[in-house]
């Protein structure tokens, strides 16, 4: 079990919902797909959840999980709309599902004339929490803390350029929270997804950004770019050097979901199926070392808990949205 809090602005809205992975008897499946699965990313290619869809794709496909292939689409445009919308269209279709990031809240909040309730949508599977740091380019000499960082960032300005993801997008709120938290005015530029925005910042043309582990890994690797701090409730494995934001006295946690959701209205048959497929994929081994590797946390969580679950991340999103000013209180 894993206890997610979120401590928005001196909000102090705290959240612990976690359950175990519990197989399905294939058994008890009155359904299985009859053609190949579209799988939505509600993101950009070579960004976290691209990457983990082709990875629970392989899985399916190498473990022989599935009668049919299932089939990446990317679909990253308006900070998710494109993907939300599609995937509402697709209502009583039982071979569409998507994948999703926390503009799965803030998007529809942010345009209600889409017409988007989430709760219509069918709950599958969350695959698991991913993390976020403060990264900048190694070949700032100057930058080796988040003091420093301020220190340059303050100097720069409104020049100082904060790449992400998207329009009140997880990086879009994680840059608000910094402007907000250490008097800066950094000028966030966003992009079609997190691999983009990593390649921006180790070709030196953003300043820094709020990269989830998986996104920058390779960079870090190659000695490219370096994380300053995260902001997850303890220090994380792969980058021990970077401190929290907590150890740094800024009280502010932040996850975002990594959830297979179906379209509306989809048949309660097939919903089971994808919960008992995506439960073998989240206990595989090749899951279990990517999440480890890429910093995931979190346990499954499936069914009413998980919708339970987005509503709650609903809440506490719509909160952050009104505090930046992004929506209306």
């Given amino acids: ?39 939505v990313v509600m993101a ?64 529809p909040l942010r345009q209600p004339k889409l017409g988007v309730d989430i709760e219509k949508f069918t709950p599958i599977m969350r695959m ?27 100097t720069k300005g409104n020049g100082w350029i904060m790449a992400g993801t998207g329009k009140a997008s997880e990086d879009n709120l994680l840059t608000d929270f910094l402007n907000s938290a250490y008097g800066l005015n950094m000028k966030y530029v966003p992009y079609k997804g997190g691999g983009k925005v990593a390649k921006e910042l180790a070709g030196k043309n953003a300043d820094s950004t709020v990269n989830n582990p998986s996104e920058q890994l390779g960079f870090f690797e190659a000695g490219i770019t370096k994380p300053l701090a995260c902001f997850t409730p303890q220090r994380i494995d792969l980058f021990k050097d970077a401190p929290t934001f907590k ?24 919903a089971a199926y994808y919960q008992g497929l995506f439960t073998k994929v989240f206990n595989s081994d090749k899951w279990q070392s990517y999440m480890k590797k890429k910093a995931l946390q979190g346990d499954a969580l499936s069914g009413s808990k998980l919708m339970d679950y987005w509503k709650i991340e609903r809440e506490v999103h719509r909160k952050m949205l009104i505090k930046m000013g992004a929506i209306k209180g």
């Fill in 247 to 270: 150890e740094l006295g800024k009280d502010f946690v932040y996850f975002m979901q990594r959830t297979v959701v179906g379209a509306p209205g989809m048949s309660k048959e097939a």
């Fill in 1 to 39: 079990m894993i206890q997610t809090k979120h401590q928005l602005y001196g909000l102090g809205i705290a959240l612990g919902l976690g359950v175990a992975a519990v197989g399905i008897p294939q058994a008890a499946f009155a359904w299985e797909p009859k053609k190949p699965v579209e799988f």
């Fill in 128 to 154: 698991a929490e991913d993390t976020f740091c403060l990264w900048v380019n190694s070949d700032r000499k100057d930058i080796n803390s988040v003091n420093d960082f301020v220190k340059a960032a303050k």
């Fill in 44 to 107: 950009g290619k070579g960004g976290g959840a691209d990457k983990a869809v082709r990875l629970m794709q392989s899985i399916i496909a190498k473990d022989k999980l599935a009668p049919v292939p299932f089939t990446p689409v990317n679909k990253p445009g308006g900070s998710g709309a494109e993907a939300l919308v599609y995937l509402k269209g697709k209502s009583g279709d039982n071979h569409t599902i998507m994948f999703t990031l926390n503009s799965f809240y803030t998007t």
